[in-house]
């Protein structure tokens, strides 16, 4: 196929296909967030230890400060009164604060080779820090020989306090700092983790509307024109969109349902080939039947004919008898021949294949031609057929052959269910709108539970070859046409098969 500006038409793009867009869409997502997630997380780690690690240097500072403070109070001390101390004691307290401070010092100078902060102390204290330690070393070794006093080591012990100061003002200062940038990279991961969030929603709920409008929308619509093909309403409304696979399925069903379609048709065209066949063989049947009371009686009016005739021409030969005896011959072969005439045309009516038109017809005109038909059947069974059709009835609308088709499978049907003795009631009448006849026999009548099959074609309770199954069916169809309908009910004993035909000209 060719679109109409000459391209061929975009072919859809497959449902696994369109699957490992969105699943490689949502793992480069997820990689991306992991990353950004896995960078602030160790951001922050990194933040934490430096935050920690100023703060255990303030520490350290601070009591290195303490200590250089005492040993300053002492040498304050041990100069302006020299000849108060215990020398001994001087000593020790001195060396005991010269190597508190030392160890504070030392301590926080061995700070762990991956702190963070290494590089920016080494930077900014390295030379206040030399300094001090050998300031701390000098008074150390001055203290351990006895010495450690005078101005100069008050000069000495100020700038120590100075150092020692500076130091822990630095240290307290990158605490403060350290804390600060924590907090600046915890507020921005919150906001990454919030717009990430955002986005991730943002894209599930593409993928959801991917997911409904891309496969389930279609799919449900497949579901639907599916059962609508069931039904039997057509396969044009099935989707052709929401990936290759939907289009190949829906096509697939199209194709599917046309050739069943086509093939319902054909079995429907053998199915109506078929009845037609049966339903011609059935009323042929039923002819054969009428056929053999007809010859019956014709023989009748043909023998008193003949008779009439061989006496006539006898007397005529031998030139005796009355004119008026001659007469009553020739009326006699009159009546008799038209009497057969009759019965011929009406048979010939019968088998007469009419038009199916519908026109103004009279319901009795049709009993009597077919109780013309089958008295003699039913006297040979010994059956008594009564008919009682009221006066100056309406016409119905219908068709006189297809009347007679009916009234005489109810016939045929009422004689067959008829015991020996029996009597078959035929009775015409208006009621409202229709006109009504029953046929009412005295037979076993329709068990309830066959009611409703009775009127199914093939159906039949008679013995092979005896039944058809297809009065009834006809019988139904015929007054389908013709707008009336047909029912049955139990008598006791015996069935009523009531037939209504709505009026046509109300006479
Ligand atoms: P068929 O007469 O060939 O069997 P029908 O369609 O005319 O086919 O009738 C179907 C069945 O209905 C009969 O076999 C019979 O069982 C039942 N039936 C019809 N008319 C009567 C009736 N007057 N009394 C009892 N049963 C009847």
Do not use: Y
């Not at 008026?324 to 019965?343: C, F, P, S, Y």
């Not at 059947?377 to 006066?391: E, I, K, W």
Request: aromatic share 2%; charged share 25%; with cysteine.
């Amino acid at each position: 196929m060719r679109a109409s500006n000459g391209l061929s038409p975009r072919a859809p793009m497959s449902i696994a296909t369109k699957f490992r867009i969105v699943v490689g869409v949502l793992a480069a997502i997820l990689i991306g967030i992991c990353a950004v997630v896995v960078v602030q997380v160790s951001g922050i780690r990194v933040d934490l230890r430096r935050v920690a690690e100023e703060r255990r240097e303030a520490e350290q500072a601070r009591a290195t400060l303490l200590d250089i403070q005492g040993f300053q109070r002492w040498v304050e001390l041990r100069t302006s009164l020299p000849a108060m101390q215990d020398a001994a004691i001087v000593q020790r307290d001195q060396m005991a604060h010269l190597d508190g401070a030392m160890r504070a010092f030392t301590a926080m100078v061995d700070e762990p080779h991956d702190d963070p902060s290494r590089p920016v102390h080494e930077r900014t204290e390295e030379v206040g820090r030399r300094r001090l330690l050998a300031l701390l070393q000098a008074a150390r070794t001055a203290v351990a020989a006895g010495g450690g006093a005078g101005q100069e080591w008050v000069e000495r012990a100020a700038e120590m306090c100075d150092l020692a100061g500076a130091l822990l003002d630095e240290m307290a200062h990158e605490a403060h700092a350290a804390s600060l940038d924590l907090d600046q990279r915890s507020g921005a991961a919150q906001r990454v983790v919030a717009v990430l969030a955002a986005v991730a929603l943002v894209v599930l709920f593409a993928v959801c509307m991917f997911v409904v409008r891309g496969i389930v929308r279609p799919l449900r619509e497949l579901a639907a024109g599916t059962r609508a093909i069931g039904r039997g309403q057509g396969h044009a409304d099935l989707p052709m969109r929401g990936g290759a696979e939907v289009v190949d399925l829906s096509r697939e069903i199209t194709a599917m349902a046309s050739q069943l379609e086509s093939h319902q048709r054909e079995l429907q065209e053998r199915v109506e080939q078929r009845t037609r066949e049966l339903v011609r063989s059935a009323r042929l049947a039923d002819l054969g039947a009428v056929a053999a009371g007809l010859a019956h009686e014709i023989n009748n009016p043909l023998a008193s004919i003949v008779a009439c005739a061989d006496g006539l021409q006898l007397r005529l030969a031998r030139g005796i008898g009355a004119l008026a005896e001659h007469r009553d011959d020739l009326r006699t072969i009159a009546e008799e021949a038209e009497r057969v005439r009759e019965i011929t045309t009406r048979l010939l009516e019968i088998a007469r294949s009419d038009s199916d038109q519908l026109g103004p017809v009279d319901l009795s005109d049709a009993v009597q031609a077919v109780v013309t038909l089958v008295r003699h059947r039913f006297a040979q069974a010994g059956v008594t057929l009564r008919v009682d059709s009221a006066h100056d009835l309406p016409l119905v609308r219908s068709n006189q052959q297809e009347l007679r088709q009916i009234l005489l499978n109810l016939l045929s049907n009422a004689l067959d269910a008829s015991p020996a003795r029996g009597v078959v009631t035929v009775r015409v009448r208006r009621l409202g709108s229709d006109v009504v006849l029953d046929v009412d026999d005295a037979g076993a009548g329709v068990p309830p539970d066959l009611v409703d099959k009775i009127f199914d074609p093939f159906f039949t309770t008679k013995r092979a070859g005896q039944g058809t199954g297809l009065g009834l069916t006809i019988v139904q169809r015929i007054l389908e046409r013709h707008g009336g309908h047909v029912e049955v009910a139990q008598l006791e004993p015996g069935a009523r098969f009531r037939v209504r035909l709505p009026i046509a000209v109300d006479g």
